[in-house]
């Protein structure tokens, strides 16, 4: 829209029509106080915080609601704004308690600052104040009346970000009160947005309550660890214990959002039963032996192995971080000289890479999602499954009237704000998506969003239905964890070195592995493949690099305990393939990286594989594996950069291989949920049933 | 002549003029103490070794806000708070100090910790034997600053917790 020329205390400005005041002052430097208008969410125009003076207006305007005009003139600081807000802020304070010094808030409070810095030093209120006792309303959220300023930005957050609409308002005037969708207790996804977006301390989390205070904490920028969509969470830490996730400053892909595994599951890093200690299998049972004892007996057994011609077994993670899923493929195919390595797939990557081979920008990153002109979901429940690419598009649906198609098997969260849904079993998803031409050739500039229902030859079928349509795509290909993706880019495929590259030599597939009585050795770094198989192999030795006892670790040798992603540095890639640095935020006892007992055991060999330092093996992927040479201070700087992994043909793999999503939902994460005392709770919480 | 008597004189005088100064003041009390054979008398603002002030329940006075900690110029205060439940309340608000240590070793003893706190918890008392052969004594702990509950008053409910809570 053409610009317009207005003045704000004197000064001229423009902005273009439309514009809220509030937005065009920001712009431009000046700030207008609010407490209920938030960028990205419906008005509200509820607080009044936000007045200013508008000649020949005649009374106070609303600064967040009111658009530039040409000629307008504004006065922010005029003496009866100045006096608006004063009154303002004496009549939120009129019931408030003023329980600053236990208030969880107490620090970071919008009012505190607010009424710091605008506010009447002295209250004329002397009358009884209107108490409310605090509620529980799950074991996430707890609700203060008392403290309410009746912003709404709950409500809204709750609505329209998370598209729950778990909040409302009951009651009216003094008494009224946010009041949650059961009557007394929440049925939601507990995801806390509600918590972190209120300006005061009525909303407040039952993980971090009371426990410390803002300040004395120290505030580490990662990413989350649980599934693949690579949001960056800010974790809250003193005494080397995580004690809060939030993402407040909004720096990172996702903004403010973080579901309740990026929020809250973080607590997994100090549950009892971590492993502290090496653990090595004496007269068939694990005892706790020390580190050198262990590697010493691990590299030992290895050499022997490799020195008698063995067959070794190699099953990476998807959630180690990229340099170390490189260097495990170093060790295995260099080190150990096996070509046995894999590591479990939930997504058909490699098959997306190869058909859009040529194209240019055909990879959609996590910001095309909220820009497409159309947004394509295939066969995933995302608001489970993903649930920051379905906040994305939910975002784009709201914000610029995006056409959202679902095609899935039963019915989704996302069918809400559907152009149109289809429902259609796994293997027809194809068929369904052909039938929606019209549809989608109409909505144009699409991304496309699909699960494991398309993998194989159907991933090329799919790309050339599409291609037939004549509009722009791109496309995320969706995979489970926090570094699925880093897996395949590094090479952690039988048939598939770093970059995708051929291997010099195919190898197993992690089920032929499993399957092969005669493997002598297998060496599985934080997977825990022996869940739902067995291992044929008996006489295979298993060493495994863990943070639990998991069914894998059981029937292993040597248990190598292993820190998780929370406790070490490097970088890892997302789902739409961004990569991103990963910062340590505590030490735990015992532990070790992976990366460092790589670079221990290739000692204990002799094995020139290079240093195992994060930043060092960094700067060899940039150098070595196509698509990964991303400009460092972006990564440095917490920031995320797009790699670009392959433009070509990909070989094909001997067998296409198993390909299948955990389906975890918005509570579980694998075998790491299990260790949060969160996710179980809020699972085992009246509601935790809810199916949204 | 006359000026030798005059010296002579005025210095008599002036000699018995300070020796009645010495001789009003040893009829005076005397202003120095007899510590350590007799215990100091402090004013009444000295700011010597901190207590912790309980109130007419009993309870701690301290919320565990962390304000005093962060108006200590040499950090030397540590706290760890944790909740009041219904069957553990140490204090009277929401929070309390589960830990709460004074570095006697780095306290200036400037008081502003007293400034800081919003519930009077924290005050100074007049404890000044402070000094060891040992750094590592000189940690205060809370138990050690806290003040014996008035007769009379309610005891905070402490029930036994279950074993294994956290994690
Ligand atoms: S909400 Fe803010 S102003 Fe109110 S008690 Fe809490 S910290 Fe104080
Ligand atoms: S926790 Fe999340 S889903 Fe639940 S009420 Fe709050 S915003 Fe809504
Ligand atoms: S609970 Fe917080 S966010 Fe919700 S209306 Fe009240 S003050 Fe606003
Ligand atoms: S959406 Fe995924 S990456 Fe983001 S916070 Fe949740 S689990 Fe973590
Ligand atoms: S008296 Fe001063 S130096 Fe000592 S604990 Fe208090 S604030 Fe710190
Ligand atoms: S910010 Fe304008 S009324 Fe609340």
Same mark, same amino acid.
């Given at each position: 829209?053409?610009?317009?020329?207005?003045?704000?205390?004197?000064?001229?400005?423009?902005?273009?029509?439309?514009?809220?005041?509030?937005?065009?002052?920001k712009?431009?430097?000046i700030?207008?106080?609010?407490?209920?208008?938030?960028?990205g969410?419906?008005l =509200?125009?509820?607080?009044?915080?936000?007045?200013?003076?508008?000649?020949k207006?005649?009374?106070?305007?609303?600064g967040?609601?009111?658009?530039?005009a040409?000629?307008?003139?504004?006065h922010?600081?005029?003496p009866?704004?100045?006096?608006?807000?004063?009154?303002?802020?004496?009549?939120?304070?009129?019931?408030?308690?003023?329980?600053?010094?236990?208030?969880?808030? #107490?620090?970071?409070?919008?009012?505190?600052?607010?009424?710091?810095?605008?506010?009447?030093?002295?209250?004329?209120?002397?009358?009884?104040?209107?108490?409310?006792?605090?509620?529980?309303?799950?074991?996430?959220?707890?609700?203060?009346?008392?403290?309410?300023?009746?912003?709404?930005?709950?409500?809204?957050?709750?609505?329209?970000?998370?598209?729950?609409k778990?909040?409302?308002?009951?009651?009216?005037?003094?008494?009224?009160?946010?009041?949650?969708?059961?009557?007394?207790?929440?049925?939601?996804?507990?995801?806390?947005?509600?918590?972190?977006?209120?300006?005061?301390?009525?909303?407040?989390?039952?993980?971090?309550?009371?426990?410390?205070?803002?300040?004395?904490?120290?505030?580490?920028?990662?990413?989350?660890?649980?599934?693949?969509?690579?949001?960056?969470?800010?974790?809250?830490?003193?005494?080397?214990?995580?004690?809060?996730?939030?993402?407040?400053?909004?720096?990172?892909?996702?903004?403010?959002?973080?579901?309740?595994?990026?929020?809250?599951?973080?607590?997994?890093?100090?549950?009892?039963?971590?492993?502290?200690?090496p653990?090595?299998?004496?007269?068939?049972?694990?005892?706790?032996?020390?580190?050198?004892?262990?590697?010493?007996?691990?590299?030992?057994?290895?050499?022997?192995?490799?020195?008698?011609?063995?067959?070794?077994?190699?099953?990476?993670?998807?959630?180690?971080?990229?340099?170390?899923?490189?260097?495990?493929?170093?060790?295995?195919?260099?080190?150990?000289?096996?070509?046995?390595?894999?590591?479990?797939?939930s997504?058909?990557?490699?098959?997306?890479?190869?058909?859009?081979s040529?194209?240019?920008?055909a990879?959609?990153?996590?910001?095309?999602?909220?820009?497409?002109?159309?947004?394509?979901?295939? #066969?995933?429940?995302?608001?489970?499954?993903?649930?920051?690419?379905?906040?994305?598009?939910r975002?784009?649906?709201?914000?610029?009237?995006?056409?959202?198609?679902?095609?899935?098997?039963?019915?989704?969260?996302?069918?809400?704000?559907?152009?149109?849904?289809?429902?259609?079993?796994?293997?027809?998803?194809?068929?369904?998506?052909?039938?929606?031409?019209?549809?989608?050739?109409?909505?144009?500039?699409?991304?496309?969003?699909?699960?494991?229902?398309?993998?194989?030859?159907?991933?090329?079928?799919?790309?050339?239905?599409?291609?037939?349509?004549?509009?722009?795509?791109?496309?995320?290909?969706?995979?489970?964890?926090?570094?699925?993706?880093?897996?395949?880019?590094? #090479?952690l495929?039988?048939?598939?070195?770093?970059?995708?590259?051929?291997?010099?030599?195919?190898?197993?597939?992690?089920?032929?592995?499993?399957?092969?009585?005669?493997?002598?050795a297998?060496?599985?770094?934080?997977?825990?493949?022996?869940?739902?198989a067995?291992?044929a192999?008996?006489?295979?030795?298993?060493?495994?690099?863990?943070l639990?006892?998991?069914?894998?670790?059981?029937?292993?040798?040597?248990?190598?305990?292993?820190?998780?992603?929370y406790?070490?540095?490097?970088?890892?890639?997302?789902v739409?393939?961004?990569?991103?640095?990963?910062?340590?935020?505590?030490?735990?006892?015992?532990?070790?990286?992976?990366?460092?007992?790589?670079?221990?055991?290739a000692?204990g060999?002799?094995?020139?594989?290079? =240093?195992?330092?994060?930043?060092k093996?960094?700067?060899?992927?940039?150098t070595?594996?196509?698509g990964?040479?991303?400009?460092?201070?972006?990564?440095?700087?917490?920031?995320?950069?797009?790699?670009?992994?392959?433009?070509?043909?990909?070989?094909?793999?001997? =067998?296409?291989?198993?390909? =299948?999503?955990?389906?975890?939902?918005?509570?579980?994460?694998?075998?790491?949920?299990?260790?949060?005392?969160?996710?179980?709770?809020?699972?085992?919480?009246?509601?935790g049933?809810?199916?949204? | 002549?006359?000026?030798?008597?005059?010296?002579?004189?005025?210095?008599?005088?002036?000699?018995?003029?300070?020796?009645?100064?010495?001789?009003?003041?040893?009829?005076?009390?005397?202003?120095?103490?007899?510590?350590?054979?007799?215990?100091?008398?402090?004013?009444?603002?000295?700011?010597?070794?901190?207590?912790?002030?309980?109130?007419?329940?009993?309870?701690?006075?301290?919320?565990?806000?962390?304000?005093?900690a962060?108006?200590c110029?040499?950090?030397?205060?540590?706290?760890?708070?944790?909740?009041?439940?219904?069957?553990?309340?140490?204090?009277?608000?929401?929070?309390?100090?589960?830990?709460?240590?004074?570095?006697?070793?780095?306290?200036?003893?400037?008081?502003?910790?007293?400034?800081?706190?919003?519930?009077?918890?924290?005050?100074?008392?007049?404890?000044?034997?402070?000094?060891?052969?040992?750094?590592s004594?000189?940690?205060?702990?809370?138990?050690?600053?806290?003040?014996?509950?008035?007769?009379?008053?309610?005891?905070?409910?402490?029930?036994?917790?279950?074993?294994?809570?956290?994690?």
């Amino acid at each position: 829209m053409a610009d317009v020329t207005f003045t704000v205390n004197g000064k001229s400005l423009q902005a273009p029509a439309g514009t809220l005041l509030i937005d065009a002052c920001k712009r431009s430097g000046i700030e207008i106080p609010a407490f209920c208008y938030y960028e990205g969410l419906a008005l =509200q125009a509820a607080c009044r915080m936000c007045l200013v003076e508008v000649e020949k207006a005649p009374k106070l305007l609303a600064g967040c609601t009111l658009p530039v005009a040409e000629g307008m003139v504004v006065h922010t600081e005029s003496p009866a704004v100045v006096k608006a807000r004063k009154t303002t802020l004496e009549f939120l304070l009129t019931n408030h308690p003023l329980d600053c010094p236990v208030c969880d808030k #107490g620090g970071e409070c919008e009012l505190q600052d607010m009424v710091f810095r605008y506010g009447a030093g002295e209250s004329r209120f002397t009358e009884i104040k209107h108490h409310v006792d605090e509620k529980q309303w799950s074991p996430v959220v707890y609700f203060d009346a008392p403290r309410c300023i009746l912003c709404y930005r709950c409500v809204r957050i709750c609505d329209e970000g998370l598209g729950v609409k778990a909040l409302g308002v009951t009651n009216r005037g003094a008494y009224a009160e946010i009041t949650p969708n059961k009557g007394d207790h929440l049925e939601c996804d507990e995801c806390g947005s509600c918590i972190d977006i209120c300006p005061v301390g009525a909303l407040t989390s039952g993980i971090y309550r009371y426990q410390t205070r803002p300040w004395e904490m120290e505030h580490v920028g990662t990413i989350c660890t649980h599934c693949s969509n690579g949001c960056k969470t800010t974790l809250g830490v003193k005494n080397d214990q995580i004690i809060r996730g939030n993402n407040r400053d909004r720096s990172g892909i996702n903004g403010e959002f973080l579901c309740v595994k990026g929020r809250y599951a973080f607590d997994f890093v100090g549950h009892a039963e971590r492993l502290q200690s090496p653990l090595m299998r004496v007269d068939g049972k694990l005892v706790e032996v020390s580190w050198s004892k262990a590697l010493a007996h691990v590299a030992q057994k290895f050499s022997e192995i490799k020195a008698a011609g063995g067959k070794f077994g190699v099953i990476g993670s998807e959630h180690t971080t990229n340099e170390e899923n490189f260097y495990l493929q170093k060790f295995a195919r260099q080190g150990l000289g096996t070509p046995h390595i894999d590591h479990r797939r939930s997504g058909d990557v490699p098959a997306l890479l190869d058909a859009v081979s040529g194209k240019s920008g055909a990879l959609a990153t996590t910001a095309d999602l909220y820009n497409a002109k159309a947004v394509l979901i295939i #066969g995933s429940d995302l608001s489970q499954q993903h649930p920051f690419l379905a906040y994305q598009i939910r975002s784009d649906a709201r914000h610029h009237q995006a056409k959202i198609f679902t095609v899935t098997e039963g019915p989704v969260r996302e069918d809400k704000v559907a152009a149109k849904k289809v429902r259609a079993a796994a293997g027809e998803q194809l068929a369904a998506v052909m039938g929606l031409a019209e549809d989608l050739r109409a909505a144009g500039d699409l991304v496309v969003v699909f699960g494991d229902s398309i993998q194989g030859s159907a991933v090329g079928e799919l790309v050339s239905f599409i291609d037939s349509l004549g509009v722009p795509a791109k496309y995320v290909c969706l995979v489970d964890y926090a570094n699925s993706r880093g897996a395949l880019d590094m #090479g952690l495929a039988p048939h598939l070195g770093p970059g995708y590259h051929a291997a010099a030599q195919t190898g197993m597939s992690l089920s032929e592995m499993l399957a092969d009585a005669t493997l002598d050795a297998l060496w599985v770094v934080g997977s825990n493949p022996l869940k739902s198989a067995k291992l044929a192999s008996e006489k295979a030795f298993v060493v495994v690099q863990e943070l639990f006892l998991t069914e894998t670790a059981q029937r292993a040798d040597v248990v190598l305990p292993a820190a998780s992603a929370y406790e070490k540095s490097g970088t890892v890639t997302n789902v739409c393939g961004e990569a991103q640095r990963l910062r340590k935020a505590v030490s735990v006892m015992g532990a070790k990286a992976d990366l460092d007992i790589f670079g221990l055991l290739a000692r204990g060999m002799r094995l020139d594989l290079g =240093q195992a330092a994060p930043d060092k093996v960094f700067e060899e992927i940039r150098t070595s594996v196509h698509g990964y040479n991303v400009p460092l201070p972006v990564i440095a700087t917490g920031g995320a950069a797009m790699t670009a992994p392959v433009n070509g043909r990909l070989p094909a793999a001997a =067998q296409p291989p198993a390909i =299948q999503s955990a389906r975890d939902s918005l509570f579980t994460s694998g075998s790491l949920g299990r260790y949060s005392k969160v996710l179980k709770t809020v699972l085992e919480a009246p509601g935790g049933l809810y199916k949204p | 002549m006359a000026s030798k008597l005059g010296t002579v004189i005025s210095s008599a005088t002036e000699i018995a003029k300070g020796l009645g100064i010495t001789l009003r003041e040893m009829m005076q009390p005397a202003l120095t103490e007899d510590y350590p054979d007799v215990a100091p008398s402090f004013q009444e603002r000295y700011r010597g070794k901190h207590v912790l002030r309980r109130d007419e329940n009993g309870l701690e006075k301290c919320v565990g806000c962390f304000l005093c900690a962060a108006a200590c110029p040499v950090e030397c205060i540590y706290i760890e708070a944790a909740e009041n439940t219904e069957l553990v309340r140490i204090s009277g608000g929401e929070r309390y100090a589960k830990v709460y240590n004074i570095d006697y070793s780095r306290c200036i003893f400037c008081g502003y910790c007293v400034e800081a706190c919003p519930t009077d918890a924290i005050t100074h008392g007049h404890g000044f034997e402070l000094a060891s052969y040992d750094v590592s004594t000189l940690i205060q702990r809370k138990e050690m600053m806290l003040e014996a509950a008035k007769p009379g008053a309610k005891a905070p409910v402490i029930a036994p917790v279950a074993a294994g809570g956290h994690h």
